[in-house]
């Protein structure tokens, strides 16, 4: 698995909090976290609180994991389960590129699964 790489995109959700996005990228693969923080001075510089995530670039996912695992009480609730969230959503993108890959490049997105099925039942 290669390095990570982040990006923390900020929009300005209003009076009453902030939102934005973490992304975390190894390789050609994303994981996605979605934030929406009170806006409160603790969150008003969003470089500085988003900095923290800056351990997490050029590691392993596992290693990442295990990163902020051991950082828990340090980061604080809301940087773990962000970085968590990315983490698991990019560990996912991952494993189903290695499972495409062991089915011999098979496109398993859901267009292409109805399109070669003999019958299928949606609810």
């Known amino acids: 698995m290669t390095?990570?790489?982040?990006?923390?995109?900020?929009?300005?959700?209003?009076?009453?909090?902030?939102?934005?996005?973490?992304?975390i990228c190894s390789g050609?693969?994303?994981?996605?976290?979605?934030?929406?923080?009170?806006?409160t001075r603790e969150y008003a510089d969003i470089v500085r609180w988003a900095s923290?995530?800056?351990?997490?670039?050029?590691?392993t996912v596992?290693?990442?994991?295990?990163?902020?695992e051991q950082n828990r009480t340090e980061w604080g609730i809301h940087r773990t389960m962000l970085a968590e969230a990315a983490l698991t959503d990019l560990?996912?993108?991952i494993r189903r590129r290695d499972e495409r890959r062991h089915l011999g490049g098979?496109?398993?997105?859901?267009?292409?699964?109805?399109?070669?099925?003999?019958a299928y039942y949606t609810f």
């Open 3 to 23: 390095a990570a790489r982040l990006s923390v995109l900020f929009h300005g959700g209003g009076k009453l909090y902030n939102c934005g996005l973490l992304k």
């Open 28 to 39: 050609a693969k994303a994981g996605y976290a979605e934030y929406v923080l009170p806006d």
């Open 52 to 59: 923290i995530f800056s351990r997490l670039k050029g590691l």
């Open 62 to 68: 596992a290693d990442a994991v295990h990163c902020v």
């Open 91 to 93: 560990a996912a993108h």
């Open 106 to 118: 098979i496109p398993l997105e859901r267009s292409f699964l109805m399109d070669c099925s003999r």
